[in-house]
């Protein structure tokens, strides 16, 4: 547009300059004329260069914008296929969260059908029925062994009465098996080992076992 202008502004003065030369050039001489035409031609010639460099001008900016705008669609196609990706990405993750969300569901109505069980008892085993011998091997007021019960079945642990801490190896249903591992243990230095009885789980006195033993023996 900044061309055309330019085009007719040469033009209009084309139209003035021209008429005007040739009015002028009767009362001039022919080296006065020749002059003037030089001059109107060297003006002309300035003019229309003028023109071109705009035109040069005007024509490299939309070269440049065209350029800009080819980059511009180039990085939005581009941005438009990561958010593609992600959308995708992003279905996927719903899809997983729902599948999570029906495996909960199910767990839960899973443990909600089955009995209530109580925490933090222990299982029993088969020890806890019937009679069992037992060899203490210490009572204590100031030290705890808790921790290492869990490490075999055959070490037990319990508190009386008084607060005593006691503690027992092993778990016999004979007595005289009891009887050589307390005389076993005594012979590696601990002094106090002695045999206590449990009843289904719970201790009881020696003798009413020991009687229990000998009316068994003399009615076989």
Do not use: C, H
Request: hydrophobic fraction near 35%.
């Amino acid at each position: 547009m900044k061309y055309l202008r330019t085009l007719a502004l040469l033009f209009v003065l084309a139209l003035v300059v021209i008429p005007e030369s040739g009015f002028a050039q009767e009362k001039l001489s022919r080296k006065e004329r020749k002059r003037l035409k030089k001059e109107q031609k060297a003006r002309l010639k300035e003019m229309k260069k003028m023109g071109a460099q705009e035109f040069q001008k005007l024509q490299a900016q939309q070269k440049e914008v065209r350029e800009r705008a080819a980059e511009l669609e180039s990085e939005l196609a581009s941005v438009k296929g990561e958010l593609d990706g992600k959308d995708s990405e992003i279905r996927q993750l719903k899809d997983q969260i729902r599948r999570l969300e029906t495996q909960l569901e199910e767990a839960r109505a899973e443990l909600a059908a089955q009995p209530e069980v109580e925490e933090n008892v222990p299982l029993s085993n088969e020890y806890d029925e019937g009679l069992v011998f037992r060899v203490q091997i210490g009572a204590y007021r100031d030290k705890n062994l808790e921790q290492y019960l869990s490490t075999s079945e055959n070490f037990n642990g319990e508190t009386d009465p008084q607060g005593l801490q006691i503690y027992t190896l092993g778990n016999f249903r004979d007595y005289w098996e009891a009887d050589k591992f307390k005389k076993y243990l005594r012979a590696m230095g601990v002094k106090d080992a002695w045999i206590v009885p449990y009843r289904d789980g719970n201790r009881v006195p020696i003798k009413d076992v020991l009687e229990d033993l000998r009316s068994n023996q003399e009615n076989s």
